[in-house]
Structure formats: C-alpha cells, structure tokens
T-cell receptor, first 115, second 109 residues
Framework: EAGVAQSPRYKIIEKRQSVAFWCNPI?????LYWYQQILGQGPKLLIQFQNNGVVDDSQLPKDRFSAERLKGVDSTLKIQPAKLEDSAVYLC???WGGGSNYGYTFGSGTRLTVV | GQQLNQSPQSMFIQEGEDVSMNCTSSSIFNTWLWYKQDPGEGPVLLIALYKAGELTSNGRLTAQFGITRKDSFLNISASIPSDVGIYFC?????????FGTGTSLTVIP
C-alpha cells in the first residue's frame, strides 16, 4: 500500500511569514495526526483528527497554528505567522482507528526552518 | 504531556554486538510501541506490545512490556550497520501515543 505522503519535504521561511504543509494519509485510515519534532526530541502531538472531526488539539498553539481535514482525507497544517521556535520537522501520521491497537504510519515529514 | 525517558541517550557499538535500551515513565500505559527513525525520514514501527509482561520478537529485535506497565525495553541482537538510527518508544494513554526522548544508535563496522 502507498504510504503517508507529505509535501513539501523542506521549507525555509522568514519569521512572521506564513507556511502550509500538506498530508495525504494511507487510503482508508480514519485517524490522522500532526506531530512536531524539534531536533533531538521525540515527536509531540499537535492535533488528531478522526475522519474530518478534531479529536484532540489541546497542544496546538491556536494563536498561530491551524489545521483542517476537509472531507476526511487530506489535511493541511498552517502556521501564521511563523516564529523562530517553530523550526522543526512536521510529521503526519495515520492509522485505522484512534485506539491503542493501532500503530501509526508516519510520512517522511516536512523540515521547516524559520530564519 | 506524559514524560517517557529513554536510556541510554546514545550508544556506539561494534558490528555484531547486542544492544539493549529501555524506556521508563512514571505513568501507566496500555500499549507500548518501538519505532526507528532514519535521518530525514519519519519513524517506522518496529514492534507493538499490548499486554503487561508480553515479550515480542521481530527478527533480531525483541521487546518487552514491563509488568508495572510503566516501562519497556528493546534488545537488538547481532547488530549490523543498517541498525544505525534513532529508536523511540511510545506509550498509549487516553487517545494518543506519547513519544520518548530517543536513543541514538551508531554501529561501527
């Protein structure tokens, strides 16, 4: 099966600019996650979708980050305006369900550098 | 969020040696996963553990779910150069998996 697709792979922007990332999960996977991975750390959950509804966005900095999953398939994550500390790899993952029996499949990530 | 501490933070070993790493937390988890991440790529699932005390193998990899449900370990036998990477544990609680701090493994040929 095709994996989780993410684009772009790399992005360099200046602080205060806007940026958007795109994710296409594995076909049929109802649950989609966006993670932020800062260099040298493990991934941290930003937002979780079940189909097109938000399950958990408690760790999403909502003053600057937004995400949507229209039609319950593809998803976009946006940062507006970006700060230097947003430099990280943004990973998208998907799974069949949101329970603990479902391991996640990750995409290759988008590496964001804010200068 | 939940804190998962992995040790050691990094390891340098000779090809052919066995490797052991662990993951501990003050919280109880009902599922443990182990992932490997290569540079520039997303984490790839290696092993999933669903029951306290469970011991599961996947080729040269063996992982165990601690009896207290607060820890897990991963062993790699007879390491090879392609084992190089960062290994993450992840514990499930509520509706999400929480990831550890990672163990970086370097295998010297």
């Amino acid at each position: 099966e095709a994996g989780v697709a993410q684009s772009p792979r790399y992005k360099i922007i200046e602080k205060r600019q806007s940026v958007a990332f795109w994710c296409n999960p594995i076909s049929g996977h109802a649950t989609l996650y966006w993670y932020q991975q800062i260099l040298g750390q493990g991934p941290k959950l930003l937002i979780q979708f079940q189909n097109n509804g938000v399950v958990d966005d408690s760790q999403l900095p909502k003053d600057r980050f937004s995400a949507e999953r229209l039609k319950g398939v593809d998803s976009t994550l946006k940062i507006q305006p970006a700060k230097l500390e947003d430099s990280a790899v943004y990973l998208c993952a998907s799974s069949w369900g949101g329970g603990s029996n479902y391991g996640y499949t990750f995409g290759s990530g988008t590496r964001l550098t804010v200068v | 969020g939940q804190q998962l501490n992995q040790s050691p933070q990094s390891m340098f070993i000779q090809e052919g040696e066995d490797v052991s790493m662990n993951c501990t937390s003050s919280s109880i988890f009902n599922t443990w996963l182990w992932y490997k991440q290569d540079p520039g790529e997303g984490p790839v699932l290696l092993i999933a553990l669903y029951k306290a005390g469970e011991l599961t193998s996947n080729g040269r990899l063996t992982a165990q779910f601690g009896i207290t449900r607060k820890d897990s370990f991963l062993n790699i036998s007879a390491s090879i150069p392609s084992d190089v990477g960062i290994y993450f544990c992840a514990g499930h609680q509520g509706n999400q998996f929480y990831f550890g701090t990672g163990t970086s493994l370097t295998v010297i040929p």
